[in-house]
Nanobody, 120 residues
């Protein structure tokens, strides 16, 4: 099983990034996919998740209206479009998969993280 996150980097406040998560080794269509993040010295937090069909999404209050999650089941890939980035969005972002199908509660699989740094 692999969840390969990419797309992180350094961006100025107000800028945008798009994270990608390419999955393999499991039945991607049967899993909800989500993103968690962890900043230095802080607890890990859930950012967003999307149901297995893509028709249901959830967002943390801190990113609502700025981030958009989507998925392409034909490519086994989930995207997180992040706009209007703030310094407090700086964290390592992790892609996860949950067999619950409609939401992410306790992920079955975790990917490696990708660093997002928002700084001028």
């Amino acid at each position: 099983v692999q969840l390969q996150a990419s797309g992180g980097g350094l961006v100025q406040p107000g800028g945008s990034l798009r994270l990608s998560c390419a999955a393999s080794g499991f039945a991607f269509d049967d899993y909800a996919i989500g993103w968690f993040r962890q900043a230095p010295g802080k607890e890990r937090e859930g950012v967003s998740c999307i149901s297995h069909t893509g028709d249901t999404t959830h967002y943390a209050d801190s990113v609502k209206g700025r981030f958009t999650i989507s998925r392409d089941n034909a490519k086994n890939t989930v995207y997180l479009q992040m706009n209007s980035l703030k310094p407090e969005d700086t964290a390592v972002y992790y892609c996860v998969a949950d067999s619950l199908t409609h939401t992410v509660v306790v992920p079955d699989y975790w990917g490696q993280g990708t660093q997002v740094t928002v700084s001028s």
